[in-house]
């Protein structure tokens, strides 16, 4: 399959799910494959992507990775996006992990291309085009094949439909994704459900301090279930975001 095909494809993904798609952008030092943006009115949430047409055997490394990173920070983008129609190696999926990049591999594309060919409802008459949307499925992989796009089996492709665990719109997806923003929402519920309850049932100091922490834990592995869909991203921004919300309450409770 030839690139600009792949190209044109993922474009088309990212054109359905609201994103203006700009392709082969052009930056100083760098051409994206895919520059995407979400336009949002709490403002824009930037995409860059990369079309990776190998062999099936050949695995993308770190090169690419931090070649996509580097554009990514060019751009003021949010987030990176990688797509292969072979795989990545190990290494460069635990730097995506750490990274918080999405790595889509061949199984990924063949799990987006039958979600986005249900999706689009494609008249009789335009043979054609249902013609294409058959042929991209074929073209991903074997029928045969047992879906999955990440390490553990859990990682999805950033494009594909939502899961029914997620019902988020994509600007508060966007927003709760970014790990600040994430810190100060947790220590901002916590703090005011804690005090509601202080004051309409009369709690003491102590076990309010109690009750914000119980509820800052929840929050700070409960809110990165929804948003993110890697396991792994999950527990890690979890730890982090629970830890620094502690640090912040204890020092709003001293003051």
């Given at each position: 399959?030839?690139?600009?095909?792949?190209?044109?494809?993922?474009?088309?993904?990212?054109?359905?799910?609201?994103?203006?798609?700009?392709?082969?952008?052009?930056?100083?030092?760098?051409?994206?494959?895919?520059?995407?943006?979400?336009?949002?009115?709490?403002?824009?949430i930037g995409v860059v992507v990369a079309c990776k047409n190998y062999?099936?055997?050949?695995?993308?490394?770190?090169?690419?990775?931090?070649?996509?990173?580097?554009?990514?920070?060019?751009?003021?983008?949010?987030?990176?996006?990688?797509?292969?129609?072979?795989?990545?190696?190990?290494?460069?999926?635990?730097?995506?992990?750490?990274?918080?990049?999405?790595?889509?591999?061949?199984?990924?594309?063949?799990?987006?291309?039958?979600?986005?060919?249900?999706?689009?409802?494609?008249?009789?008459?335009?043979?054609?085009?249902?013609?294409?949307?058959?042929?991209?499925?074929?073209?991903?992989?074997?029928?045969?094949?047992?879906?999955?796009?990440?390490?553990?089996?859990?990682?999805?492709?950033?494009?594909?439909?939502?899961?029914?665990?997620?019902?988020?719109?994509?600007?508060?997806?966007?927003?709760?994704?970014?790990?600040?923003?994430?810190?100060?929402?947790?220590?901002?519920?916590?703090?005011?459900?804690?005090?509601?309850?202080?004051?309409?049932?009369?709690?003491?100091?102590?076990?309010?301090?109690?009750?914000?922490?119980?509820?800052?834990?929840?929050?700070?592995?409960?809110?990165?279930?929804?948003?993110?869909?890697?396991?792994?991203?999950?527990?890690?921004?979890?730890?982090?975001?629970?830890?620094?919300?502690?640090?912040?309450?204890?020092?709003?409770?001293?003051?």
């Amino acid at each position: 399959m030839k690139k600009q095909k792949l190209v044109d494809f993922i474009a088309k993904v990212m054109e359905d799910s609201g994103f203006k798609v700009y392709k082969d952008f052009r930056t100083s030092q760098h051409i994206v494959d895919i520059y995407g943006i979400l336009p949002t009115t709490l403002g824009d949430i930037g995409v860059v992507v990369a079309c990776k047409n190998y062999d099936e055997n050949w695995k993308v490394g770190m090169d690419v990775l931090k070649e996509m990173e580097m554009a990514a920070k060019t751009l003021k983008a949010s987030k990176v996006v990688i797509v292969t129609t072979s795989d990545f190696s190990s290494q460069a999926r635990n730097y995506a992990i750490k990274r918080n990049m999405k790595l889509i591999d061949r199984n990924g594309l063949i799990k987006i291309a039958e979600e986005f060919s249900k999706k689009i409802q494609v008249p009789e008459e335009e043979e054609e085009e249902d013609e294409y949307y058959e042929e991209e499925v074929e073209v991903y992989g074997p029928p045969s094949t047992i879906f999955h796009t990440g390490h553990t089996g859990s990682q999805r492709g950033l494009l594909s439909r939502r899961e029914r665990r997620q019902p988020i719109t994509p600007i508060i997806r966007g927003l709760l994704q970014n790990t600040i923003i994430l810190i100060i929402t947790v220590v901002a519920v916590s703090f005011l459900i804690a005090t509601i309850l202080q004051i309409a049932a009369g709690l003491g100091t102590s076990i309010t301090g109690i009750v914000k922490i119980m509820i800052a834990a929840a929050l700070s592995y409960g809110i990165p279930y929804l948003v993110e869909d890697d396991g792994a991203v999950i527990m890690i921004k979890g730890t982090i975001v629970f830890f620094s919300s502690l640090l912040l309450l204890v020092i709003l409770i001293l003051i």
